[in-house]
């Protein structure tokens, strides 16, 4: 049996919270269907550049896939490596999350075509998210939220 092959990459991206904290931005891909057999939904985030940092990053994937037009760093939520088959591939993926604050609801463009942005509680957002992975980082983002507005 061949030896499968391996993609190593680095990524970074958010938990967004709108002002009042009371809601989560997770984006919903309507043509990809996750193992619950409902569209797939997911944190904003994508690939580390060369040359650039975590939190540049995180920021840039964010704004990009959002359409948000500005978000604020509240917290480092940390970084965890996630690996998962794709296609003919083991994927290792260091990932790296900051907890983000949208300024506001004025002046927001559109997200990218492939995604649909919806604010969900905190808990629906646990509920909602397809892969574990993710909902651990609303876990640590809801904590450190907790910590910040205490």
Do not use: C, N
């Amino acid at each position: 049996m061949p030896e499968q092959l391996v993609r190593r990459y680095s990524a970074a991206g958010g938990v967004v919270v709108e002002p009042a904290g009371d809601h989560v931005l997770v984006l919903v891909v309507a043509d990809h269907i996750g193992p619950a057999s409902l569209p797939e939904a997911r944190l904003p985030k994508g690939h580390i550049e060369p040359g650039e940092g975590r939190a540049q990053a995180a920021v840039r994937e964010v704004l990009e896939e959002t359409g948000l037009t500005a978000v604020e760093i509240l917290a480092d939520l940390g970084h965890q490596a996630v690996e998962f088959d794709y296609e003919d591939r083991r994927v290792i993926r260091d990932e790296s999350y900051f907890l983000m604050l949208v300024p506001s609801r004025e002046g927001w463009g559109e997200p990218e075509l492939k995604f649909q942005r919806s604010w969900l509680t905190w808990d629906d957002a646990l509920a909602r998210l397809t892969y574990e992975s993710e909902r651990e980082w609303v876990r640590r983002g809801r904590s450190a939220w907790a910590g910040i507005r205490l």
